[in-house]
């Protein structure tokens, strides 16, 4: 209860809205040609939606693979594909993000199509990031996720232990992770990520050096550490009755980051973003890279500027509106100049670093005019450098000011994805 009212001051003083409103007021392909018109450059993110089971403690919009539905989905998302291209008009694609699910489930059944059709039908100038999952990276599967242009890749590694791979129900080894990403690095790929999860029940402080130090020794190009995050509507969520006090989870979490901080420093790695470490010299891996983007597939969502609009989450009403040519759209939010800031700043203090010039540019405002005295404050505390132009976050200050984040996008994400998973065609959601 005064968590609730807490996050809605905050949200009212960032937004200056009462209230954020996801409705079913879908925009017009006229209005979306419209928002595009003076857009110079976008992403494009792609959701494939299928995994071979399903995790306890996973919140993202997933189901298990099957063969038939994956032929009509690639079918739909080519459909789709189709609506935008007069609407892209050749603008540039500068970055484009496979994500899941676990979209390496439907090589050869249709993945490669779908990619393709991406390549000859937008003006697209950069490579593919890829999502995939320890036991898909056969020396057949890499072969083919070469072959689609795939030059970033990332592997649900997840645990280095076996008691905790066992608890959070992944159906391998360490041995086996390591042998199959062993080869995956022996390929030619920009940048290997690993997503690791920490602070699971009874992890010691000796398991997470253990666990860092083999990410550096494997020859990882990434690793991406995230605290195990209990979303109440999934299984984990819903039997983690007490989740245990939240202020000493975030210190033990602070704790356990600490180490991780330490050891990939130490090894040549450098914060990429607020849970990324990267080794000096690569380019990292991550999802969407500039700040406007055109979500694909079921679920995903685009942000086009003064409207974000997202996809209906269900697989067969995602095909079926596709297949009645109907838009798979299912909710839409306006986005007040307000909420389009606090929405900018949001993603840049998640990469850890920006420029107050990139704001002023976006937004003709003064970046010290609007944000200087909350920045001014945080500066004093020790987390971030404000410097004439750039800011950049200090360790501390990257977790502290994340966990505040955290503390709206958790709550955020359930009443959103939450609602969606249950009802295709929500009529709202009040954020
Ligand atoms: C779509 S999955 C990755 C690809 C593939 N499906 C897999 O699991 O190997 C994205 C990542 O989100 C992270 N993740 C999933 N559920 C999470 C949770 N409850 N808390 C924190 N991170 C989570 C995991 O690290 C996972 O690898
Ligand atoms: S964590 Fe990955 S494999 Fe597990 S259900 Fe989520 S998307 Fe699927």
Redesign the pocket.
């Known amino acids: 209860m005064v968590s609730h009212f807490v996050r809605k001051k905050i949200s009212r003083h960032f937004t200056r809205q009462n209230e954020i409103v996801f409705d079913n007021h879908i925009p017009s392909l006229e209005l979306i040609e419209e928002k595009f018109r003076d857009i110079r450059e976008l992403g494009i993110y792609l959701h494939i939606p299928f995994?071979n089971r399903i995790?306890p403690?996973?919140?993202?919009n997933k189901e298990v693979f099957s063969k038939e539905t994956s032929r009509k989905y690639k079918d739909a998302v080519m459909k789709e594909i189709d609506s935008y291209v007069p609407i892209l008009a050749n603008k540039p694609v500068t970055s484009f993000y496979i994500?899941?699910?676990?979209p390496t489930t439907m090589i050869g059944n249709g993945l490669v199509e779908i990619i393709n059709y991406i390549y000859k039908r937008f003006n697209m100038n950069c490579f593919v990031h890829l999502?995939?999952?320890?036991n898909h990276l056969t020396p057949p599967n890499l072969d083919a996720i070469e072959a689609m242009g795939v030059k970033y890749l990332?592997?649900?590694v997840?645990a280095l232990q076996d008691r905790h791979l066992k608890y959070i129900e992944r159906p391998y080894t360490v041995a086996e992770v390591k042998k199959n990403l062993e080869r995956a690095l022996a390929r030619n790929f920009e940048c290997i990520n690993i997503?690791y999860?920490f602070d699971l029940p009874g992890q010691t402080v000796a398991e997470i050096e253990m666990a860092g130090r083999d990410m550096v020794n494997m020859g990882i190009h990434q690793a991406a550490t995230?605290?195990?995050?209990r979303?109440p509507y999934t299984r984990l969520g819903r039997e983690s009755k007490n989740n245990g006090n939240a202020i000493a989870t975030m210190f033990r979490r602070r704790k356990f980051l600490k180490i991780l901080e330490d050891i990939f420093y130490d090894s040549g790695f450098e914060r990429s973003s607020v849970w990324a470490f990267t080794k000096k010299g690569t380019n990292k891996y991550c999802s969407v890279t500039v700040p406007l983007y055109l979500g694909l597939g079921v679920s995903g969502g685009s942000y086009l500027k003064d409207i974000f609009y997202i996809n209906t989450f269900s697989v067969a009403e995602y095909i079926k509106a596709i297949e009645k040519e109907k838009p798979p759209i299912a909710l839409s939010v306006d986005l007040s100049e307000e909420m389009q800031m606090a929405g900018w700043l949001y993603w840049r203090i998640y990469e850890t670093r920006f420029r107050k010039s990139d704001f002023e540019e976006r937004f003709k405002v003064s970046f010290d005019r609007k944000y200087g005295k909350q920045f001014n404050i945080l500066t004093q505390i020790g987390f971030l450098k404000n410097g004439s132009d750039q800011i950049r976050l200090s360790d501390n200050g990257t977790f502290w000011i994340h966990a505040f984040e955290d503390f709206f996008s958790i709550d955020y994400i359930n009443k959103l994805w939450g609602t969606s998973g249950f009802e295709p065609w929500p009529e709202k959601v009040v954020l």
């Open positions: 995994c995790c403690y996973c919140p993202y994500g899941g699910g676990t999502e995939s999952h320890p990332s592997v649900g997840e997503d999860l995230y605290p195990l995050f979303f």
